[in-house]
C-alpha cells in the first residue's frame, strides 16, 4: 500500500475543495489488505504534517469500530460483511500500544479508544500478549514510556469495569502482575510535584478506581494491600497544591493535574466507604471487609477531610468537586458512632461556617441569573449535573445530619441541644429571617436550610404547629421582595410545605393568590418556574387551595404554556399535565389551544439546531408528547373536543414519523390509540397503512405498542361494514 497516497487523500479531507474526491479516494481503498496498519505508519511518523496525522488517527479509530469484529452476513445475503483482514488486525495489535506511548495527547485519544474496541474483542482469546506489552513498557526504567502504558492499562481495566464479579477472572489475572507495579510507581513518584509525576499518579488513581468501583475484588486486595492504598490515598489529600497553582484563573483550577488527582483519591475514598466500608449497608461477602474498613481507615480518612473542608471555611480555595466528595464522605459518616464521635465536636461550625454558606445565594448566581436566566433555570433543575455540585452535598449532609443525628428533642435544656442538629439549625435560621437587617443573600441560604429540612420539619410536631406562623411572617413578605432570587426562593419553601396542614384558611389562600400572582405578573422567568411549581403542589396538595384557583385557571394555564414554550423546562410539563387532572372539566374549554401550543413548541423543538446534541432536548419533547396524551385522555367524553384535537395530533405524529424519531414511537403511537378508541375518522383510515410501512422497516422492536391502534382500527372497520351492511 502506497503510504503517499493516503497521505495525499487524507490532506484533501482536510480542504473542502477536495474533501469529495479524497472521501471518495480513500472509501475505494480501505478494503485494500494493509491499508489499516498503513494508517498507523502514518499516524506515529513525526514526518507527515499533524493534521493529517489526526485524520488518520480518526480514519483508523472509525475502521476499528466499525469493522474489527468478525461479522456474519445478515439473513438473506450470500456476501459476508467486510472486516479488516486478520493479518492486518495482527500488525496493529502488535504496534498499538508503541502508537499510543509515541503520540502526543490529541492523537492518544483516538488511539486510545481503538485500543479499548480490540480489547472488547480480542481479549483474552486472539491477544493475551497485550499484558506483557505493557508490562515490558510500564516496568521500563524510561519514564518517557510510563504514560502510554498506564494510559493502555487503563484501557484494559475499563473494559472489565462493570463486569460481574465472575467475568473478571482475565482481568485480575492481568492485575496480580499490574497492581504490585502501578502501586510502587505512585509512591516513587509521590515527593515529586512535577506535572509529568502528577499526571501519572493520576491516571494510577483512574485506574484503581476503575478496578474496584463496581467489584472490589478481596482475592487481589487484601487487608496488606488495601492498607498500603489507603496511606497513598490519605497522603495525596493531605499534601498541599503548589502555591503557584493560584496564579491560574479560578475557573480552570479544577483543570490542574494536582486537584484532579485529589478528585479521583476521593472517588476511590468515597466510593470504598460508601459501597464497600460501611458496616449494615454492604452485601454479605463485603461484611468482614466493612468492619475492618470503618474500624482501620474510616477516621483517619475523615480526620484529612475534616482538614479540606476547614480549608475553604477559611476561605482557602479547594475545587468545588474535592469540596463537595468530602462532604459526601461525612455523610456516610455520620451513620457510624465511631465517624459521628470525631464529627460531632465540629457539626456546628461545619453547619453554620460550611454547609450554610453553600446554600446561600452566591455571585456566580447572581452573574448568571442576569446574563443567562434560562441557562440559570436549567441548572438549577438539571438533576444530571446538580449531584456535583458542593451546595446539594451541604444540603444532603445537613438533612441527614437533622435526621440521624437527633439524640435530644427542644424541649430540653440548651446545654444538651448543643449537641443536636436540628434544634442549632433552626435557630439559627430563625435568628437570620428576624433580623431585618440581614444580609437578603443570607435570608435566602436560611429559607434553603429550612425547606431542605421541610420534609423531617412536618414530621415532629412541635415544628409543625410552627410553620404556618413561619410562611406567614417569614415567607410570605418576600414574595413581593424586590429581589428576585428571595421571591424564587420563597416560592420554592412554598412548595417544599405544601403538604402542611393549615388551620388557618386565610394563609393558604393567601399562598395561592402570592404564587399565582409570581406566576402571572413577575417578569423574572426563574421566579415564574418557582411560582408554577409551588402552584401546582399547594392544588395537589390542598382542596382548598384548588378551589381558590378555579376560577383563574385558564390564565393559570395560559401562563404555564408560555412559560414552557420560553423555558423547554421539562418540570413544567408534569406541572402542566398534573394541573390537567385537576382541573379536567375546566381544561375543556381551552383544551383546543393548549394542545395546539403544545405541538407548536414540540416543533420548534424538534426544528432546533441543538436537537441532536442535547438530551435535554429530547426528555423536553417525551414531555410535551406526555401531556398531548394526557390532554386526549381527560377529553375522551367531550367528542367534539377530541375531533378538533386529531388534527393536531395527526401533525404531531406525522412530525416523528416523517424523521423519523424512533425513540418518541411509543409517544404517538399512544395518542394514535387514544383516537381511535370511540370512531375512526377518514384521517385516521390513512394512518393504518402509514404505520404498516413504518413497521416493516424499523418498528419490530415496537410490536406491542403498533399492535393496539391497527387492532382498533381493524375492529372499528369491522363494525362499520356490518353497520353499513
Not at 446539594?392 to 449537641?419: F, W
Not at 383546543?592 to 423536553?620: C, G, H, P, W
Not at 394526557?630 to 373536543?641: A, G, P, R, S
Not at 422492536?701 to 372497520?717: A, L, R
Amino acid at each position: 500500500m502506497d503510504p503517499n497516497r493516503i497521505i495525499q487523500a487524507l490532506k484533501g479531507t482536510i480542504d473542502p475543495n477536495l474533501r469529495i474526491e479524497a472521501e471518495n479516494e480513500l472509501n475505494q481503498s480501505y478494503k485494500i489488505i494493509n491499508f489499516a496498519p498503513t494508517l498507523l505508519q502514518i499516524i506515529v511518523s513525526e514526518q507527515v504534517e499533524f493534521p493529517v496525522r489526526q485524520a488518520a488517527a480518526i480514519y483508523l479509530k472509525n475502521m476499528v469500530s466499525q469493522y474489527w469484529q468478525d461479522r456474519e452476513p445478515s439473513l438473506g445475503e450470500v456476501v459476508f460483511p467486510f472486516n479488516i483482514h486478520e493479518n492486518d488486525r495482527q500488525q496493529i495489535r502488535n504496534h498499538v500500544v508503541e502508537a499510543i506511548i509515541r503520540c502526543p495527547e490529541s492523537i492518544r485519544a483516538q488511539l486510545t479508544m481503538c485500543l479499548r474496541a480490540i480489547i472488547k474483542h480480542d481479549f483474552p482469546g486472539r491477544w493475551t500478549a497485550i499484558v506483557d506489552k505493557i508490562g515490558v513498557y510500564l516496568q521500563s526504567q524510561n519514564s518517557s514510556s510510563w504514560y502510554g502504558s498506564l494510559l493502555a492499562l487503563y484501557q484494559l481495566v475499563k473494559t472489565y469495569e462493570y463486569r460481574k464479579a465472575d467475568e473478571r477472572e482475565p482481568l485480575l489475572a492481568a492485575m496480580q502482575v499490574f497492581l504490585p507495579r502501578i502501586q510502587q510507581l505512585i509512591t516513587q513518584l509521590m515527593s515529586d510535584a512535577s506535572i509529568f509525576s502528577v499526571l501519572i499518579q493520576k491516571q494510577i488513581l483512574k485506574i484503581f478506581y476503575a478496578l474496584v468501583q463496581y467489584s472490589l475484588p478481596l482475592q487481589l486486595i487484601n487487608n496488606t494491600v488495601m492498607t498500603q492504598w489507603m496511606e497513598i490515598l490519605r497522603a495525596i489529600m493531605d499534601r498541599d497544591v503548589p502555591p503557584e497553582t493560584l496564579e491560574v484563573d479560578e475557573d480552570d483550577r479544577p483543570e490542574l493535574a494536582w486537584w484532579k488527582c485529589k478528585k479521583w483519591a476521593l472517588h476511590i475514598i468515597t466510593r470504598l466507604f460508601e459501597r464497600y466500608g460501611s458496616p449494615g449497608n454492604v452485601t454479605k461477602e463485603y461484611y468482614e471487609f466493612a468492619d475492618f474498613f470503618l474500624r482501620t481507615y474510616a477516621v483517619g480518612i475523615q480526620q484529612v477531610l475534616l482538614k479540606v473542608v476547614d480549608q475553604h471555611r477559611q476561605e482557602q480555595y479547594v475545587t468545588p468537586r474535592v469540596l463537595q466528595q468530602s462532604l459526601n464522605y461525612m455523610s456516610q459518616g455520620l451513620s457510624h458512632a465511631l465517624t459521628w464521635k470525631q464529627m460531632k465536636p465540629h457539626m456546628q461550625t461545619m453547619c453554620r461556617e460550611v454547609i450554610f454558606p453553600l446554600m446561600c445565594y452566591k455571585d456566580e448566581d447572581e452573574k448568571l441569573w442576569q446574563e443567562d436566566p434560562y441557562e440559570y433555570i436549567h441548572m438549577k433543575f438539571n438533576l444530571y449535573d446538580d449531584h456535583a455540585l458542593p451546595a446539594t452535598a451541604a444540603q444532603s449532609l445537613l438533612c441527614k445530619a437533622a435526621r440521624k443525628r437527633k439524640e435530644v428533642t427542644p424541649s430540653q435544656p440548651r446545654r444538651l441541644r448543643a449537641s443536636c442538629v436540628l434544634p442549632q439549625m433552626m435557630e439559627f435560621c430563625h435568628h437570620i429571617l428576624m433580623d431585618p437587617s440581614a444580609d437578603p443573600r443570607r435570608k435566602d441560604g436560611a429559607l434553603h436550610c429550612i425547606g431542605a429540612l421541610a420534609e423531617l420539619l412536618l414530621k415532629q410536631q412541635v415544628y409543625r404547629e410552627q410553620m404556618e406562623l413561619m410562611l406567614q411572617n417569614y415567607v410570605f413578605p418576600l414574595l413581593n421582595s424586590p429581589l428576585g432570587y428571595l421571591r424564587a426562593r420563597s416560592c420554592w419553601v412554598i412548595h417544599c410545605f405544601s403538604p402542611l396542614r393549615f388551620h388557618d384558611e386565610l394563609v393558604l389562600r393567601n399562598a395561592a393568590e402570592l404564587v399565582k400572582q409570581d406566576l402571572i405578573d413577575d417578569k423574572e422567568m426563574p421566579v415564574k418556574v418557582e411560582a408554577a411549581i409551588a402552584l401546582q403542589t399547594l392544588v395537589s396538595n390542598q382542596e382548598q387551595a384548588k378551589l381558590y384557583i378555579r376560577p383563574y385557571i385558564r390564565s393559570v394555564m395560559q401562563e404555564l404554556l408560555h412559560v414552557v414554550k420560553e423555558t423547554e423546562n421539562d418540570d413544567l410539563t408534569n406541572v402542566i399535565q398534573k394541573m390537567i387532572c385537576e382541573y379536567n372539566q375546566e381544561v375543556v374549554a381551552i383544551a383546543v389551544d393548549m394542545t395546539r401550543n403544545l405541538a407548536e413548541i414540540f416543533t420548534r423543538v424538534l426544528q432546533s439546531e441543538e436537537y441532536e446534541e442535547n438530551e435535554d432536548k429530547t426528555v423536553m419533547a417525551l414531555g410535551i408528547l406526555s401531556t398531548i396524551d394526557t390532554i386526549l385522555t381527560v377529553m375522551e367524553d367531550h367528542k367534539e373536543i377530541t375531533q378538533q384535537l386529531e388534527g393536531i395530533c395527526l401533525q404531531v405524529i406525522g412530525l416523528v414519523l416523517q424523521k423519523p424519531i424512533i425513540e418518541f414511537y411509543e409517544e404517538i403511537l399512544s395518542l394514535a390509540f387514544g383516537l381511535t378508541c370511540q370512531t375512526i375518522s377518514p384521517q385516521m383510515w390513512q394512518l393504518l397503512g402509514v404505520l404498516y410501512e413504518v413497521f416493516q422497516h424499523d418498528c419490530f422492536d415496537y410490536f406491542t405498542g403498533t399492535t393496539h391502534t391497527p387492532t382498533h382500527i381493524h375492529v372499528q372497520k369491522s363494525r362499520r361494514c356490518w353497520i353499513l351492511r
